[in-house]
């Protein structure tokens, strides 16, 4: 029976909200502390635009979401009576938000320098760049939201948690703890404490968030192994930038940027689309874990405080959060979205997280990461049927290819003339071993949820629509929504491509047409059976 509706409201905060709060806090700032690391210390663009212009905005994005979220929560408890609802988490793309630092705000201001306007000059043309890019992906986000209950019920449970709990594992699990172990004993320290209390469950001496104390504890352990000549090479106490409150500019900035944003359309429109399919991936990852949102109001508030952020001078689009599970099992309700929304949209105004951003050190943000993507891996096996796990294992693996992209990408590993190089070596037989790597990864959330949904169709029987997942994977891959032959995952049309990256595309087209052909073939088998869906489906 449907439980009564609520006779009292849901309270606003109980114990788990400030963890909860600690660790999206935590999320967002180290998500804002690497587009400072990446624009300041990489590319040379002044801190005081990074800090004072297009911060601002992007927090306010944050404080939207996060305000729409709390509502959204708090309405689903009075509706169903319950007082375990957990909002939705909403914070900035990490994927994304990389993208933009290194593919096309940190080039396009190297690339403005060059046509020979100073560096205050072409950073406020990059951020207008970046205003008008965060604009364009939020017009796609709308437009796409009315899609997301359809997709919810065409695809498997399996597809949908499969996709993203490989990106947790690969980009929220792996990638954090390499980043940690930089810096062992702080980054182990804080890691060893955040499982003892939010995995084990183990008892603290204090009375003290346990996210908090781990915090607490991993930064006094920097700083004072650091000052102490204890610390690892390169230890330096930051020279804080001085900041003054800034408002979000509303206005039509963003314009005088849009022409910029059109050779980078190849990136910025899978970007919107990355995160349209992350947000029916939360959604149904939220569902699973008992919170039945509406797909397509989720998509809608990550759409809109988008939008709105690039129109007040943002650069990273936020996005829900993979981890409303962790979350929930934290102990978080609704008062963690709303302490989060408040602190990093008010703080963003006033200065007071760009001073955080500066002083954070990496090792300590990187563990509450790694600890919300297990949470939302371990979280797509048990919330799948079991026969249907190859099916999730399947999906994890074009993560991999993806995570292995980036780190061989990274110029200070492999300069571009050799990455270059490599990519177009064929060898004595095959296509060159990095092209095969990189086109894997590229659109790899997608590609994830087509092999789980083409291997769950074997799985049930369901021979014809195997084949024809097939044939749409076939002609994803001549456009380069999955697979693309760009090494920065643009999108194209087949007949423009020449050379190499022709014959990957068609390679990759063709081997997904003749699996198809065989796969039709053996529907045609007499009493092949046809079973009914699989119940995991909504």
């Known amino acids: 029976m449907t439980p009564p509706p609520a006779r009292h409201a849901p309270r606003w905060f109980v114990a788990g909200d400030f963890n909860g709060f600690f660790g999206l806090l935590v999320d967002n700032l180290s998500i804002l502390g690497f587009i400072a690391m990446a624009l300041v210390g990489i590319y040379g663009v002044p801190a005081e635009v990074v800090f004072t212009r297009m911060f601002p905005g992007t927090a306010l994005g944050v404080l939207l979401g996060n305000l729409a979220y709390t509502w959204m929560a708090r309405r689903l408890a009075r509706r169903t009576g319950r007082d375990d609802v957990t909002a939705m988490p909403l914070g900035l793309d990490a994927p994304t938000s990389i993208g933009m630092a290194l593919l096309v705000l940190g080039p396009a201001f190297a690339a403005f ?179 039945d949102y509406r797909t397509r109001d989720v998509l809608l508030v990550e759409a809109l405080s988008t939008l709105v952020a690039g129109v007040c001078g943002g650069v990273a689009q936020t996005t829900p959060y993979i981890g409303q599970p962790a979350y929930k099992q934290m102990g978080a309700r609704s008062g963690y979205t709303l302490l989060t929304g408040l602190f990093v949209g008010i703080g963003g105004m006033l200065g007071i997280v760009a001073g955080l951003v500066q002083w954070l050190p990496l090792a300590v943000l990187a563990p509450i990461i790694v600890y919300v993507g297990i949470g939302i891996t371990v979280q797509a096996f048990h919330a799948t049927p079991a026969r249907h796990a190859p099916a999730v294992a ?133 009493g092949q059976a046809q079973p009914s869906p699989s119940p995991d489906r909504i």
């Open 113 to 291: 320098r060059a046509d020979g306007l100073d560096d205050q000059a072409a950073a406020i043309a990059t951020w207008q760049l970046g205003m008008a890019a965060l604009v364009v992906m939020g017009l796609l986000k709308t437009v796409l939201s009315f899609a997301g209950d359809w997709i919810t019920r065409a695809l498997p449970r399996a597809a949908l948690l499969g996709s993203i709990g490989g990106a947790a594992l690969a980009l929220l699990g792996f990638l954090p703890l390499v980043e940690l172990l930089r810096n062992p004993v702080v980054g182990l320290v804080t890691f060893g404490l955040l499982l003892y209390v939010l995995v084990a469950r183990g008892a603290l001496p204090l009375r003290i968030p346990g996210v908090l104390l781990a915090f607490l504890v991993g930064t006094a352990l920097y700083y004072g192994l650091g000052l102490a000549g204890l610390g690892v090479p390169g230890f330096a106490v930051p020279e804080p930038v001085r900041l003054s409150p800034q408002l979000p500019l509303l206005g039509i900035g963003f314009l005088e940027g849009l022409p910029s944003t059109v050779p980078y359309l190849p990136l910025l429109l899978p970007f919107g689309l990355l995160m349209v399919v992350g947000g029916i991936n939360v959604s149904e990852s939220a569902r699973a874990a008992g919170d």
């Open 394 to 526: 399947l999906a994890f693996l074009p993560s991999l290819a993806y995570l292995l992209s980036i780190k061989l990408g990274n110029p200070a590993w492999i300069a571009p003339e050799r990455f270059a190089a490599l990519y177009a070596d064929t060898g004595a037989h095959g296509l060159p071993e990095l092209a095969a790597l990189v086109t894997l990864g590229n659109g790899f959330i997608i590609t994830a949820m087509l092999w789980a949904t083409l291997l769950v169709a074997m799985i049930e029987g369901r021979m014809r629509a195997a084949a024809g997942v097939l044939l749409l994977c076939a002609v994803l891959t001549l456009f380069g929504v999955i697979h693309s032959v760009d090494p920065r995952g643009g999108i194209y049309l087949p007949w423009t491509l020449e050379g190499l990256r022709a014959v990957i595309a068609w390679q990759f087209a063709g081997a997904y047409g003749a699996l198809a052909l065989l796969v039709g073939a053996l529907s045609l088998q007499r």
